[in-house]
């Protein structure tokens, strides 16, 4: 018998689309944005753990924890500001290369830096998602006592007291974070992935 020696192995390399395939569910990125205290993290967090009970490949990446590492070289001056949330970027679209819902809570304060993060994805793959919270009602909350401190002084540039917030203009979610419940909140995004087919 004669081997053949003209076989070369097939590199296959696996996409997005066939990890999205073998999930049964497609991957994208849900962008909260909004002020401190709006609810970004806590409505983040439920809509993960509802995903992950439905069994949906999810992951949150979360301001603080990013900042303890990846980003733990960056501050909070402009250019820092930036660069943190290009990062973040960065991050999230490897995580939808790999099928996952990946949520963000980030204030993300600057309009161009989040469409530069929407540039970097395909069409249909970032959902800006706006915790649209009347300031009053977050410096009722100030759960983490942060406008407190900025009232004092204690903390130059904050979002909402010394340092803008410029609210998205065409955000794919809107929730009113003042008015609904977290569950509702909730539900208003599974809700919108479903309409998009994602889920
Ligand atoms: P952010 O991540 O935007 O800074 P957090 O999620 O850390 O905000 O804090 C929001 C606070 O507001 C939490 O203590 C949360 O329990 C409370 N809260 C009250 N009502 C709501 C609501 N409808 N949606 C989200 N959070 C709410």
């Given at each position: 018998m004669t081997k053949s020696t003209n076989i070369t192995w097939h590199h296959t390399s696996i996409s997005k689309h066939d990890r999205r395939s073998q999930n049964g569910h497609g991957s994208c990125t849900l962008w909260f944005t909004g002020l401190s205290g709006s609810g970004k993290s806590t409505i983040a967090n439920a809509v993960s753990y509802e995903l992950f009970r439905q069994g949906i490949n999810e992951y949150v990446l979360d301001g603080d924890n990013?900042?303890?590492g990846l980003n733990k070289d960056l501050g909070f001056s402009d250019y820092d500001r930036s660069e943190n949330i290009r990062r973040i970027g960065e991050v999230a679209k490897l995580f939808v290369d790999s099928g996952k819902i990946v949520t963000t809570a980030?204030?993300?304060?600057?309009r161009s830096d989040r469409d530069l993060v929407r540039s970097l994805?395909?069409?249909?793959?970032?959902?800006?998602?706006f915790i649209d919270?009347?300031?009053?009602e977050c410096e009722r909350r100030d759960p983490k006592q942060?406008?407190?401190?900025?009232r004092r002084g204690e903390i130059k540039d904050f979002t909402g007291i010394d340092s803008p917030y410029e609210a998205p203009e065409n955000p794919e979610i809107t929730i009113?974070?003042?008015s609904v419940t977290v569950e509702e909140a909730?539900?208003?995004?599974?809700?919108y992935l479903r309409d998009k087919n994602i889920l």
């Open positions: 990013i900042r303890h980030f204030i993300s304060p600057f994805f395909e069409e249909g793959e970032f959902i800006e998602v919270c009347p300031l009053e942060l406008y407190a401190k900025a009113q974070s003042g909730v539900e208003q995004v599974l809700n």
